[in-house]
């Protein structure tokens, strides 16, 4: 009986080579300059006119050469020749501008594109991918794309056509002086196309480790503040400079390959003017060719490798974009969140939610989920950085807060990334409409998995999740997640105001109904200390106010919106006692003919709700009020006796 080799486990942040990178081809990169085309023309055109006049320079040239050798008035030669320069350094220059203002505009157009759909992608995106990756594919990827246009791709057509003319011209000189120098051409041309490959996978190479390096430099500076108090900063500050270093040598491969072309385009030239000024000087001796007839030769022999020389950048810089269009292109291939819908149903269906009485607000059946195995790996890779970091610094771990782990499944089962973990296991229970919920249960039972079902951050594996009796999943999430007003265990606090803040689910809210909001959470100090007012800025992801505060401020949003549902998961968790206590009066008013569901933290949270819904292990293991639930359910009894801190 044969054996399957195990699968190597390999965590979604490891380093990949060049040959696992996306791989891009130029046809991927026509749509970004097909968007250009007008204009893209327009440059066709004037290299076309650009490489005429150079073209007839020698002839010209040769002409006056001629001329003065048998002593023949020049008259209009000197003048047209004069002109033909001036028209050709106008039209390139005009050429130029408008290379640079294209190449711009296909770098902004990509980062529209990109920008767009990454801010589409599904949430199991971003919970397997780095944030400062993404970044990169948005900043340092596409500016990549700026160099094919600036860099011979777009002069393509102008040095195809100086190409062939002074093959042409040349042929007509003298053939034989040619073919001495075609040869040497053609080895050139053969290094180069080598050369291509190499540098395409060392740029796609070094793209990653840039990725990395911002990764690694977004995580020191979100986290400066623990790294300083944990005395840790050159240990990090190493670190990084460790990314650094990967990225520079990945760098230097790319400028290896790429200088190694320069040098074929300069031996090629060099090689062909030595074998032209000897053959040909020969040639000239025995009088089967003139002194003009040479020096036109040689004219048209620089015209010839010229454009090799820019065909031959091009090649190292279309490589250089191939490889970051690759990873550009990875991600515009992602399917975006409404992908789902659009499968369902061919389109996101509009179906209305019916206010129905007879059905509750929400409700569970039988639902079952599991984590993409991707997710579970990350955040285990995330757990085993922590550790590091922790042993980095000579820290007790006892002395720092334990990651909360997905659920109980991801602590219990084997580590395995190709396997799904599953969270909720049969989850069923109704949430009556304008009533009070409470999710309570040990870290890890799913409670916060239910909010994101919910809001469809997830689609359950299993089961159903409905809305006033609708399938959740036959609604479009815009519509769906306008009944639903959400505030994260760890609401983010925007970079901005208050107002940009408050403003981020209710553009069209006036300055007196965001000045009311806030005092009704008890924030009312904060707009008042400032002559601003609700335009004091709260700083880079609210560094300006308290835990507490941000924590207000995020409910201040979702109640804001006023929606007909709201969702807390643990919101004040971060509150003292005199605050709750205000939270809970205003969330009790706003909260008036509302329903709500709380993920509760402390029993205070819990006491007066009217359903509390008990989570063990992905499982509902009771459901009912306080007074109920403490004489039969021994997890809730004990949870009570605790106060709910877990």
Not at 264 to 282: E, F, I, T
Not at 313 to 322: D, E, K, T
Request: glycine share 8%; net charge negative.
């Amino acid at each position: 009986m044969s054996q399957t080799a195990p699968r190597t486990r390999r965590s979604p942040f490891a380093r990949r080579s060049a040959d696992d990178g996306p791989r891009a081809s130029f046809r991927q990169l026509l749509p970004f300059l097909l968007e250009h085309r007008g204009v893209l023309v327009v440059v066709a055109v004037l290299s076309v006119i650009e490489a005429v006049a150079t073209l007839v320079q020698p002839l010209l040239i040769g002409q006056v050469i001629e001329r003065v050798q048998s002593s023949t008035p020049l008259e209009w030669l000197l003048w047209a020749l004069v002109l033909l320069v001036v028209v050709s350094s106008a039209v390139g220059a005009y050429q130029h501008y408008l290379l640079q203002r294209t190449g711009t505009a296909v770098v902004h157009s990509s980062r529209r594109q990109l920008i767009a759909r990454i801010l589409h992608l599904p949430i199991r995106e971003f919970d397997t991918r780095r944030t400062g990756d993404l970044v990169s594919r948005v900043g340092t990827d596409t500016t990549l794309l700026y160099a094919v246009l600036t860099q011979g791709l777009a002069d393509s057509i102008g040095n195809a056509l100086l190409f062939v003319g002074a093959l042409i011209a040349m042929v007509f000189i003298d053939p034989v002086l040619l073919l001495t120098i075609v040869a040497v051409i053609g080895v050139s041309a053969v290094g180069v196309g080598l050369l291509s490959s190499r540098i395409r996978s060392a740029s796609a190479e070094q793209q990653e480790r840039v990725g990395e390096l911002s990764s690694g430099v977004e995580r020191a500076i979100g986290s400066i503040r623990t790294i300083r108090a944990a005395g840790a900063t050159e240990r990090e500050a190493d670190a990084v400079s460790t990314m650094a270093a990967a990225a520079y040598r990945a760098g230097l491969r790319v400028a290896r390959a790429s200088a190694l072309v320069v040098p074929v385009a300069g031996v090629a030239l060099q090689v062909s003017l030595l074998v032209v000024l000897g053959v040909g000087g020969m040639r000239v001796a025995s009088g089967a060719l003139s002194i003009a007839s040479l020096v036109t030769f040689v004219m048209f022999l620089f015209l010839l490798v010229m454009p090799l020389g820019s065909a031959f950048g091009a090649i190292a810089s279309v490589g250089q974009a191939l490889g970051a269009l690759g990873r550009i292109q990875e991600v515009l291939d992602l399917p975006t969140e409404d992908a789902d819908d659009r499968v369902r149903a061919g389109e996101p269906a509009s179906v209305t939610a019916p206010a129905r009485t007879t059905s509750p607000a929400i409700a569970f059946r039988d639902v079952r989920f599991a984590y993409p195995a991707a997710a579970v790996a990350a955040r285990e890779e995330a757990a085993r950085e922590a550790q590091r970091a922790i042993e980095r610094a000579h820290l007790e771990p006892a002395t720092l807060e334990p990651l909360e782990p997905l659920d109980e499944a991801t602590t219990a089962a084997p580590s395995d990334s190709s396997v799904d973990r599953e969270v909720l296991r049969g989850v069923s229970f109704d949430v009556p409409r304008g009533a009070r919920v409470a999710l309570v249960g040990p870290s890890g039972a799913g409670k916060s998995t239910i909010l994101s079902l919910i809001e469809r951050f997830y689609d359950p594996t299993g089961g159903a999740v409905l809305l006033d009796g609708v399938d959740i999943r036959d609604l479009p999430r815009a519509q769906l997640r306008a009944h639903f007003g959400y505030v994260e265990q760890d609401a983010p606090t925007l970079a901005g105001t208050l107002a940009d803040n408050l403003r981020l689910a209710s553009p069209d809210a006036d300055d007196a109904a965001c000045d009311r909001v806030l005092r009704a959470v008890n924030l009312g100090d904060v707009v008042d200390r400032s002559p601003l007012g609700i335009d004091t800025s709260v700083g880079e992801d609210g560094i300006m106010l308290s835990g507490g505060e941000r924590q207000r401020l995020a409910i201040a949003r979702a109640l804001l919106a006023a929606p007909p549902i709201l969702l807390l998961d643990e919101s004040t968790s971060s509150l003292d006692g005199v605050n709750e206590q205000r939270m809970r009066e205003a969330i009790d008013a706003v909260a008036e003919g509302r329903t709500l569901i709380v993920i509760a933290h402390r029993l205070s949270t819990v006491v007066d709700s009217d359903l509390i819904v008990v989570l063990e292990h992905g499982r509902v293991v009771g459901q009912g009020t306080h007074s109920e639930l403490v004489q039969t359910v021994p997890l809730y009894r004990d949870l009570a006796k605790h106060q709910l801190l877990v």
